[in-house]
């Protein structure tokens, strides 16, 4: 019954939008069929919690095209569509290298429209990797929200203002979100001072969306930059398997935890593990700021307790010991599955992994 109505849904939507091209259709259908069976899957596995229904998607904004119904000039600055919908001949702007690939290993386009335009993707079937030198570190990472990350060599990334560490270390975690809230806030205002239905109130929606979109690739490219960074400089990287899902449901933190982009940060670092060829592992975060970094024993701290201050004599910053205990968690995890093992095992231990 469910796989029924999905199904209808989905044949609506294609005819609507795509009328007879073939291959967009498909391509559509692909990523609609794909949703049906994940759900199947999850049902089939009993998988606790949400099941991940498929949901009607009224508000698409993409059209996919597999290797038909597209040309690339020549000279490739322009691309036209030829499934006779309409779109015809366009001309590409900006920066791009999509010249450097044939064009037989493009698999995929896609229209998408953003607040500020229309952009195509071009999905390209080519080897992603890079060698470069391995260098014998590994590290740590903690996500905070006083600072982007810590690492367990001490380095907090980004701190916040306010932090306790010396002015030149001293940089904001980028809330990019939080610097531009006042001028979103005045931008939303003036799209309920705007009639509905007239052209000016789609103008300030515009206004408003791009000031939104500004911000997501600000995060976006803060993210790649740093995960570049940390993968080209380590051979293995650990940090925490953050549910960030359940912590926004924190409401005091929510704006912050989802300004601060882990999410995307993470799935960064994951690819540019594999683009280098190095190791980037998740490891659950329970108790890693709780315990000691040098003898092990459980000191029990609130979130706002800064500082770790151990018996033995250990005082750390919180996050500093955290990114340590993440560290060994990572290096027992690959050593008890072996995965991995021979690779990580032969490099010599993080600087001043213990603090002391
Ligand atoms: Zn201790």
């Not at 306790?164 to 001293?170: E, H, I, V, W, Y």
């Not at 250990?314 to 050593?335: F, M, P, S, W």
Request: proline share 3%; with cysteine; aromatic share 8%.
């Amino acid at each position: 019954m469910i796989c029924r109505r999905s199904r209808l849904l989905v044949v609506i939507r294609l005819a609507h939008f795509l009328g007879d091209n073939a291959s967009a259709v498909q391509a559509a259908a692909e990523r609609a069929w794909f949703a049906i069976s994940r759900f199947y899957d999850n049902c089939k596995k009993n998988k606790p919690g949400k099941k991940g229904y498929p949901r009607f998607q009224h508000d698409n904004r993409s059209v996919e095209y597999k290797t038909s119904g597209w040309s690339l000039h020549p000279t490739k600055r322009r691309v036209t569509f030829t499934d006779k919908k309409g779109i015809g001949e366009l001309k590409l702007m900006g920066k791009w290298d999509i010249h450097t690939y044939p064009v037989k290993s493009i698999k995929r386009v896609r229209i998408v429209r953003r607040a500020d335009g229309f952009y195509i993707q071009f999905c390209v079937d080519v080897e992603c990797r890079e060698d470069i030198a391995s260098t014998g570190q590994e590290i740590g990472l903690d996500f905070g929200l006083e600072y982007f990350y810590t690492d367990s060599n001490g380095h907090h990334e980004k701190a916040a203002f306010g932090g306790k560490l010396p002015p030149k270390t001293c940089r904001p975690n980028p809330r990019f979100l939080r610097k531009a809230e006042k001028q979103i806030k005045h931008a939303q205002r003036r799209i309920y001072k705007k009639q509905k239905g007239k052209n000016g109130r789609n103008k300030a929606r515009n206004r408003y969306a791009r000031k939104h979109l500004k911000i997501s690739r600000q995060r976006t490219e803060h993210s790649l930059l740093k995960a570049r960074h940390v993968m080209q400089s380590n051979d293995l990287c650990v940090y925490e398997n953050l549910q960030v899902k359940n912590m926004v449901r924190n409401h005091h933190l929510a704006k912050s935890i989802n300004d601060a982009g882990w999410r995307q940060f993470r799935s960064y670092l994951e690819y540019f593990a594999q683009k280098y060829g190095k190791m980037a592992l998740a490891v659950e975060p329970h108790y890693t700021s709780q315990q000691c970094p040098q003898c092990g024993i459980m000191v029990k701290k609130s979130l706002s307790t800064r500082t770790h201050t151990c018996k033995c004599g250990c005082v750390l910053q919180r996050d500093y010991a955290a990114a340590i205990n993440i560290l060994r968690k990572g290096k027992e995890k690959i050593a008890t599955s072996g995965q991995g093992g021979s690779k990580v095992s032969s490099k010599k231990k993080s600087r001043n992994a213990l603090g002391s």
